[in-house]
């Protein structure tokens, strides 16, 4: 293994580099970083807790812990991630979770106990995040798709029936109408009403997603939360953790853009039906374009250096031929 992470005190992780030593944590050191972690993403996972227990449901933040399979407690669990070995009696414990084996006295993550389906999955997270990111932003859909998910609403029901709508049904109608729908994501496509679904730009399917997918869209950046939890646990916790924050903060404005009235949990809405509430919609766009760059940088990094390990710890076992732009 010729890919390590490395340490500083103001970032426990950092991204990935090749060329270095593969990096070794005593116990005290990844320890700290587990607690660090685990601490710095109780601000989100607590209150969710809480509100599961008394049976509460949270429009906005639901959606990070339904949506996404990925559940509360393993967001919490902490990964050091790729190339890093960990040392110390407590680090045995890594050994009851999946892809972990011994090496030379310590613990680290094993690629090469990834079956073939699971790398040509990984294979094409790295196209997709690679296409993405090299695509220029879109910062004309103003958000839409939301509006375009409870279009017709005077004749079937919204997807959030348990919160009121700020306009009435003919006006989202009207503007949808109006303004169009520039939508580039499938998984916010596949949720319009039937009746919106051919006033879209695009008229986007599943097989498709690598061909449209691209840096402005709010989806496609909370995504990388998505693809972080996929390739765990070669992700580091971190990384992770940024990607899970950045998605809490897009999940936020795509709500406060929404048709909904989020007033009762304390949102104020992002008024996009004017040109001022569209003005502060694409720039907050542009801001998510920019935290979300060094996220998926480091991911497709993640990706690589798990498909180099899986291929260096197995010689003789050719992977295969990259897999077809599919979902």
């Known amino acids: ?32 970083a587990q607690a660090a972690h685990q601490a710095s993403v109780d601000t989100w996972l607590l209150p969710h807790r809480q509100r599961a227990e008394r049976g509460e449901k949270h429009p906005v933040m639901d959606f990070l812990f339904t949506y996404y399979s990925f559940r509360a407690n393993w967001v919490r669990r902490w990964h050091p991630g790729i190339g890093v070995t960990l040392l110390g009696a407590g680090a045995q414990a890594f050994l009851t979770r999946s892809h972990y084996s011994e090496y030379d006295g310590g613990f680290r993550v ?15 997270i790295i196209q997709i995040l690679s296409l993405t990111g090299e695509r220029p932003g879109f910062y004309g859909c103003h958000g839409l798709h939301e509006w375009a998910m409870v279009y017709g609403s005077d004749q079937q029901p919204v997807r959030h029936a ?10 989202i109608d009207a503007l949808v109408r109006e303004r169009g729908v520039r939508c580039s994501h499938f998984d916010a496509f596949r949720h319009f009403a039937p009746a ?3 006033l879209n730009r695009l008229q986007l399917t599943r097989d498709g997603s690598p061909q449209h997918e691209q840096p ?6 909370m995504d990388l939360y998505k693809w972080a ?26 709500m406060r853009a929404s048709p909904y009235d ?32 060094p996220i998926r940088d480091r ?4 990706g690589h250096a798990i498909l180099a390990a899986a291929t260096e710890d197995r010689p003789g076992s050719p992977l295969g031929p990259p897999p077809p732009a599919a979902a």
Not at 2 to 22: F, Q
């Open 299 to 302: 991911l497709i990094t993640v």
């Open 1 to 32: 293994m010729t890919t390590a992470l490395s340490m500083t005190a103001s970032n426990p992780v950092e991204p990935l580099r090749t060329g270095d030593a593969p990096l070794t944590l005593t116990e005290v050191a990844w320890t700290a």
């Open 216 to 221: 402005g869209c709010l989806h496609a950046n």
């Open 229 to 254: 939890f996929k390739l765990t646990p070669f992700t580091p916790s971190d990384l992770l953790a940024d990607a899970f924050r950045l998605a809490v903060a897009i999940r936020e404005i795509d």
């Open 196 to 198: 919106a679904q051919p």
């Open 110 to 124: 094993d690629a090469t106990k990834l079956s073939p389906q699971r790398i040509d999955a990984i294979r094409w």
């Open 162 to 171: 348990s919160v009121p709508l700020r306009l009435p049904g003919a006006a």
């Open 262 to 293: 989020l007033s009762a949990f304390g949102y104020a809405p992002i008024q996009i039906e004017t040109e001022a509430g569209r003005a502060e919609y694409e720039q907050h766009q542009r801001d998510f374009t920019a935290r979300a760059r």
